[in-house]
Each structure stands twice: as C-alpha cells, then as structure tokens.
C-alpha cells in the first residue's frame, strides 16, 4: 500500500484537532477543518491539500515547509542535540490512527534525563504577531528550553500543536515530543511535551468512534458556519430534472425567512461599511497608519498591482480598522 493510501486509511496526528472542531471556543486556535470536514475526506478517500495549488509568497505554511531542514540544522547548531530525519508511523494497535515526524532528536543527556533518549521533533513557522497571541500561564507537563535548562513554558502553544505531539507519541512510543517554534524568521522556542496517558487514551477513543461513524455512514454534526464545502461534496452534483417539493416545510419556510432577513441586513451593512470606510479614507488622508481612539487600530497600506495565473489585481488601499483585545489574565 501507498504511503498516500496508508494516510487516507489514518487520522493523522496534524488531524486529531479536527475531531474536536466542535468544542472549539477560541477561534485563533481552531484547526483548520472541521470534524465533518475530516469525516467526508476520510470518507471519500481524498487527501487534504497540503499547500495552496499557486503559493503565494507570503504563505507561512508554504515557507515553514522550504525551511524545516534549515531549522533543524539550527536547533542542532543551537542544543548540540543529535537530530534525524523522522518517518511515517502507523498506530502499533492498529487504531487507524497515524504520524509522521519532522524529526527524532536525541535529547537523553538534556530532555528528562534517564527517561527516554528521544524525542519526537515537530517544526513550525510562526508570525510574531500570531506568538504574542498565545496565551500567557502555565501548565503541567509543558517546559521550555530557556540558556540551556527545562523551565515551565510561561506562553502556551495552541491547542492544536499540544494534541499532535501527543497523537505522534501514541503512534510512535517515544515518552517526548519537542515543538521547534521560529517565531519572526529568527526566534527560536523549543517546547517540550511529556508524554500524557490521558490525553492518548481520549485521542485513541475518538479516533475509533470516528471511523466506526465513516464505516456504518453517520456524519458528524455539521457547523453550518465552516462546513458548506464538506455538504456539497457529499450531497453530489445536482441531478438534471430532478425537483423535490419542500411547500410544506415549516423549518424550510423559517430558514428561507431567515436568509432573506440576512441578505437584506447585509446589504445594507454595506452601505454603511463603504460609507464609513471613504469617511475615514477622507479623514487621513495619504497615511498609512492612524493613531484611533481605544479600543481600534487603523492601518491602510497600499498594495502594488500584481499578477497571478488568470487574475490582474490592480493597486489598491488595503483599509484594516480593528478592535484590540483585551490582554488574558494569567
């Protein structure tokens, strides 16, 4: 069997977080598809794109995978720890669940002396805008690398990039895994993850339920918001001719109220967002920057024209006016 065949057959572990898409509440941490998303993948035997068909240049994933052998060479140069290509891996008890590591480090002498002497290595490329975001507290069983000794990791990854190292430490059995974090294009962070039964215990039941669901035909419940895609695919194209009478339908009749109310509502939102924005335009002017009253910030860059396969985009304004968070209490 193909090794694309082998990880269609699985849940990867970079996947696992969509089995929990529902419970999702912090949407800067949401995984980038949903449950059902997944489920119509699986079930369709498709493989998730990886990178967009036409990169474009400032695609973080795109550059965060050109780049991984580079950041491995510099978390060696950085830690002297010995460092190896990983590999792909499928769940020992055949669960139907699988992994496949960036890299094996060697980290006996430094990670948790005489407990293991390797560590799953998991690459990622991170804006620091992005970083600042993550929240700021501590947690058992998460460490940082700071001059040198494992310290208690003060600012948490996502929940996302916690559950994939566990999910490749139930594939793979190593007691570790490690998070190389480049932050900026130049800001390493290195964190460490001890192995948690608990969390591999819930990760392996979910995944069984899951492909139980894929096996007897029951989609998960879909967030209606995120998962149109992952419907049309499993409804089909529509059959020629084909007429199906809803007239009767009291919950067809709401709905169908209820998008004509949000139609109306957002074109009229635009009015209003196309006034304001020519207003605020007016008010400042040629800057690229304005200084708002609290809580918002305004930032309108000009964009250069460009030119992509099929598509001419002309210069513009990029207008962003945002509302700043407030900073999460540790």
Known sequence: MSLDARRIRNVGASEVAALFSLDWSDD????????????????????????????????????????????????????????????????????????????????????????????????????????????????????????????????????????????????????????????????????????????????????AAFWQSVDEDRPPPADYQLDLPAILALIGDAVPGKVVDLRDSVEVLDLAERYDAARTAEAAAKKVKDEVKGRLFEIAGNAERALMPDPFNLSMKSIPGGWTPGFERPPHRDFRLTRRKEKRSR
């Open 28 to 207: 800067e941490e949401a995984p980038r598809e949903t449950r059902l998303q997944l489920w119509t993948r699986k079930k369709l035997g498709r493989q998730r794109e990886e990178l967009p068909r036409t990169p474009e240049a400032n695609d973080r994933l795109l550059w965060g995978q050109v780049l991984e052998e580079g950041i491995s060479r510099g978390i060696h140069l950085v830690t002297g720890w010995g460092i190896r290509p990983g590999y792909f891996i499928e769940h020992p008890r055949g669960i139907r669940m699988s992994a496949t590591l960036d890299f094996v480090a060697e980290t006996a002498s430094v990670l948790f002396p005489g407990r293991q002497t390797e560590a799953a290595l998991e690459l990622k490329n991170v804006d620091r805008s992005v970083y600042r975001k993550w929240p700021e507290h501590e947690e058992p069983g998460v460490w940082e690398l700071i001059r040198g000794e494992w310290e208690p990791c003060r600012r948490q990854p996502p929940l996302r990039m916690k559950l994939q190292p566990q999910a490749q430490m139930a594939c793979s059995g190593l007691g570790a895994a490690v998070l190389g974090v480049l932050v900026g294009g130049n800001e390493l962070h290195l964190v460490a993850f001890e192995r948690h039964e608990g969390v591999i215990a819930r990760l392996e039941a979910e995944v």
